[in-house]
């Protein structure tokens, strides 16, 4: 099980409170653009990269509209792993962006 979050809160939310951000993106499209301080494990890589994350840590995880990091959420919370779904991706997203 997983929790979600609309990228509007989530911009919200990190005024006030670090989060770790996990880009589930390719590669490509996170060199165009991100969230400050996100990692990236492309969704294609997860099943193989996900034992690099810490999982005594709790990860937000964004795409660009939701679907491949709900999927990312379902298959890391199935590992065991507290994390949360950004709802809407970087296509809702107004924040800060990193190249």
Known sequence: MYQ???ANDL???LKVNP???LDV????????GHIPNA????INDLPEKYNK???EQA???????GGRSERASQFLAAE??????VMGGMGAWHGEVSK
């Open 39 to 42: 990692i990236n494990i492309p």
């Open 80 to 85: 065991g792993f507290d994390v949360t779904n």
């Open 11 to 13: 911009e919200q939310e």
């Open 19 to 21: 989060r770790n951000i």
């Open 4 to 6: 979600s979050i609309t």
């Open 59 to 65: 990860y937000t995880i964004i795409c660009y509209a």
């Open 25 to 32: 993106r390719d590669a490509a499209d996170f060199a165009e």
């Open 53 to 55: 994350l810490d999982s």
